[in-house]
């Protein structure tokens, strides 16, 4: 149900501001607004000269980005769930702060906790250039004493324009080292993945983690005729997503990062996974600006880092 004008909605059990008062504070006309649907999700919906897209705050997760007079970059399944507290099935997925399951919590969530959690829109600001940048920051309140007993913040910073920019900034407030993990999991819309091809990865070492994690060295461009779940060491370049069927490429630019995530899970893994939706693994691909593996960061007292990546169409 959409809360009244002036009321607040809640999350878990927190008070969060209303659509009505979300737009009241951030809101731009003609550019940027935020809807609810049925299920209680907040929506924030950008449309600008160069792009349209749409971001949950839950996860401050991005679920559509259409670069103006092109079909859809991003994937989305069919079936995906938007349910609180639960992961949405495509996207922009943040993962953070590990990335896949805990070094030695089996019980705490795969991915981490930041993807499931309400963010908090910070900045919204229409740019010269006719871009559209926001800022969402993850509350206090939202990271799990359990789980993350730092003194860390995070904010992940979206900018639609020309091309889509993401920056994850991770800040330590405390005055101890501490070490991260983390992936922006994007999935990407394309044609059939049985006719895509990744160039950029040619000669890394990858972690083949359907084959139990054996080290492998990519020769060639990546196909894809099979479940396919890799961590790419030491990958600092650009990777071009080469789609033949929907005649475009998808540029991949990162900084921040020496791991790149390439994963599709295939027939017998979507079937069993239930939010997939039918085919859906064949229309998506997954290529991730990591910091995992051997690639995590160890933050300094008072430092932060950026995990930042742009993507472009051509």
Not at 20 to 25: D, F, H, I, Y
Not at 68 to 77: C, D, N, T
Not at 235 to 240: C, I, K, M, S
Request: net charge negative; hydrophobic share 35%.
């Amino acid at each position: 149900m959409t809360p009244k004008q002036g009321s607040s909605s809640h999350y878990r059990g927190e008070a969060v501001e209303s659509v009505s008062e979300l737009n009241r504070r951030y809101g731009i006309p003609d550019q940027v607004s935020f809807c609810q649907d049925p299920g209680g999700f907040i929506h924030v919906d950008v449309k600008n000269s160069w792009a349209s897209a749409r971001i949950a705050l839950q996860g401050a997760q991005l679920t559509d980005w259409v670069p103006k007079g092109e079909a859809p970059v991003i994937w989305l399944s069919k079936e995906a769930s938007f349910q609180k507290g639960k992961s949405i099935r495509g996207g922009a997925p943040v993962c953070w702060p590990w990335f896949g399951p805990h070094e030695s919590q089996r019980d705490f969530p795969a991915h981490g906790f930041a993807r499931t959690a309400l963010w908090e829109i910070s900045r919204v600001e229409s740019r010269s250039d006719g871009s559209t940048h926001l800022v969402f920051r993850l509350p206090e309140a939202a990271f799990p004493k359990n789980q993350w007993a730092h003194a860390t913040t995070l904010e992940n910073h979206i900018t639609i324009g020309s091309s889509l920019e993401v920056d994850l900034v991770t800040h330590n407030l405390g005055n101890q080292p501490v070490t991260i993990g983390q992936a922006l999991h994007t999935y990407f819309q394309v044609g059939d993945i049985r006719t895509v091809r990744l160039l950029g990865l040619e000669e890394c070492v990858y972690l083949d983690k359907v084959a139990g994690g054996v080290r492998k060295i990519q020769k060639g461009p990546v196909n894809f005729t099979e479940e396919t779940d890799r961590i790419y060491l030491g990958a600092t370049g650009d990777v071009l997503i080469e789609d033949p069927l929907m005649k475009r490429q998808i540029r991949v630019t990162k900084n921040g990062s020496t791991s790149t995530v390439v994963w599709n899970p295939w027939i017998e893994k979507s079937e069993k996974m239930g939010d997939m939706g039918d085919e859906g693994y064949l229309h998506m691909v997954c290529v991730e600006n990591a910091n995992a593996a051997e690639d995590v960061v160890t933050l300094a007292p008072g430092a932060e880092h950026h995990l930042w990546v742009r993507y472009t169409t051509a």
